[in-house]
């Protein structure tokens, strides 16, 4: 069965700090991985999604991601954080076995200071 | 932004009645999915659909039943409601198996 953790629950940075955001997967074949994130009342939306290739992934709004088979991890950064990258971000394991049912995460939420 | 549209937004009911939700896409995505959203637990998949009437169980599918009669609705039942029942409702679509999902705007119900 697949599975997502992510160990930080809450996590604050200062506004233009550096942003690291933990993901490990448990998935038996190379997976399909995704951040997502979501404002406050808000549905879901994709930064990034890593498939085949290159490990290091560039999403939206200066996101990237690194797929590490070794340590079953895509983490997710960015260099700068933005007062308005205040939100929640989840990350999912997909496979496009068994109708591509995702997995996600409990989420982190991420706090900006000024 | 992909056509996804959830109805009711909000609804408020009591233990024992039949709740209803509705997802409505305009994109012809093939599959749909129902997820619900609580503090702590992420997104937890209850029913998905993979056609027009095909249809299978997520991982927290007790108390809900679902219906795909047209490829652009998927309506997710609580036959009777109760507390437990309380959360987000998100409906998700995806072109592909294992693709990028793309949500609606979510259905916060409140069961008393």
């Known amino acids: 069965a697949q599975s997502v953790t992510q160990p930080d629950i809450h996590i604050t940075v200062s506004e233009g700090a550096s942003l690291e955001l933990r993901c490990n997967y448990s998935?038996?074949?190379?997976?399909?991985l995704f951040w997502y994130v979501q404002s406050p009342g808000q549905g879901l939306q994709l930064l990034l999604k890593?498939?085949?290739?290159?490990?290091l992934v560039q999403g939206i709004k200066g996101f990237e991601a690194e797929f590490k088979r070794s340590q079953s991890s895509f983490n997710l950064r960015k260099p700068s954080v933005h007062w308005s990258d205040a939100a929640e971000y989840f990350c999912?394991?997909?496979?496009?076995?068994?109708?591509?049912?995702?997995?996600f995460g409990d989420g982190t939420t991420l706090t900006v200071k000024p | 932004d992909a056509g996804i549209t959830q109805s009711p937004r909000h609804k408020v009911t009591e233990t024992g009645t039949p709740v209803t939700l509705r997802c409505h896409q305009t994109?012809?995505?093939?599959?749909m999915y129902w997820y619900r959203q609580d503090p702590g637990h992420g997104l937890r998949l209850i029913h998905y659909?993979?056609?027009?009437?095909?249809?299978d169980k997520g991982e927290v599918s007790d108390g809900y039943s679902v219906s795909r009669s047209k490829t652009e609705d998927f309506l997710l039942t609580l036959e009777s409601a109760t507390s437990s029942q309380t959360s987000v409702y998100f409906c998700?679509?995806?072109?592909?198996?294992?693709?990028?999902?793309?949500f609606g705007e979510g259905s916060r119900l409140t069961v008393l």
């Open positions: 659909s993979y056609g027009v009437k095909d249809t």
């Open positions: 999912a394991v997909g496979s496009p076995l068994n109708a591509g049912k995702s997995t």
């Open positions: 994109e012809n995505h093939r599959y």
């Open positions: 998935y038996g074949a190379t997976p399909y």
């Open positions: 890593y498939f085949s290739g290159d490990t």
């Open positions: 998700a679509i995806s072109e592909s198996p294992g693709g990028e999902l793309f």
